[in-house]
């Protein structure tokens, strides 16, 4: 069973950053894709940004924040981060990690518990 944990969430300011990170004790990490979702309070849960197994392959991003936040891993340390920046008050929501793979062409996904991030003014 593969459990990511997020951290990083907090409180900042609109025009400012944040980084989230997201681990997961798992033996073989590297062979997961990774996602970040975020879901705002009487909003639908929404996919922020996702990448496959490598920081060479494909990443892929919401048009609301393409060009702000940018998602990235280390395998060697279990751990994938979303680097977010000028941050806006539609930002805030909480950000889940997700880790994947398919399995006999079924997608299998794995969320965290969530990360509270709220932007002020």
């Known amino acids: 069973q593969v459990q990511p944990v997020e951290s990083g969430g907090g409180l900042v300011q609109a025009g400012g950053s944040l980084r989230l990170s997201c681990t997961a004790s798992?033996?073989?990490?590297?062979?997961?894709?990774i996602a970040w979702y975020r879901q705002a309070p009487g909003k639908e849960r929404e996919r922020v940004a996702a990448?496959?197994?490598?920081?060479?392959?494909?990443?892929i991003y919401n048009d609301a924040v393409k060009g702000r936040f940018t998602i990235s891993r280390d395998n060697a340390k279990k751990t994938v981060y979303l680097q977010m920046t000028n941050v806006n008050f539609e930002d805030t929501a909480v950000y889940y990690c997700?880790?994947?793979?398919?399995?006999?062409?079924?997608?299998?996904?794995?969320w965290g518990q969530g990360t509270q991030v709220t932007v002020s003014s």
């Open positions: 990448m496959s197994l490598t920081n060479d392959g494909p990443k």
């Open positions: 798992v033996r073989n990490f590297s062979d997961y894709n």
């Open positions: 997700v880790a994947g793979f398919y399995s006999a062409g079924h997608p299998v996904n794995y």
